[in-house]
């Protein structure tokens, strides 16, 4: 694995904690009983959305950076490719919980945008990664 894509591997595995934590947090708000949390149904789906988004990505990207290098892709489209599995599972997530992080939000921000983000990083490098691995 080359250190580019080592660097990005290294760059999610210090994301894992952040995820832990957000885990930790659904958890202590449901043993509180949080009211802004337990009653607000948008509130409770975008955050268990951003939770398993976050989890699931991550996973994805390290195992798709197995493959980065052994792709058949220009340094420049590789480059791109690592960032937008670095930014998949950071932006979305981060737009889940930031578009209705006020307990009283009944529908989501502006802040939803960085889901869509997250959402066109991942597919981008998804599809650059897997156009390159058909030339290899």
């Known amino acids: 694995m080359s250190p580019e894509s080592l660097t990005m591997a290294a760059i999610l595995l210090i994301v894992v904690p952040t995820i832990e934590f957000g885990g930790y947090s659904l958890l202590r708000m449901i043993a509180k009983r949080d009211p802004g ?59 889940f919980f930031l578009a209705v992080v006020s307990p009283k939000a009944q529908r989501p921000n502006k802040m939803i945008v960085f889901i869509y983000l997250g959402a066109l990083s991942l597919g981008v490098a998804t599809v650059l990664l897997g156009i390159g691995l058909l030339r290899a």
Do not use: C, Q
């Open 37 to 95: 949390y337990l009653e607000n149904s948008v509130r409770r789906h975008m955050f268990r959305a951003g939770h398993a988004h976050a989890g699931v990505w991550v996973i994805f990207a390290l195992v798709a950076l197995l493959y980065v290098d052994k792709a058949n892709l220009s340094e420049t489209a590789r480059t791109i490719v690592r960032w937008g599995f670095a930014a998949g599972p950071i932006l979305t997530p981060l737009g």
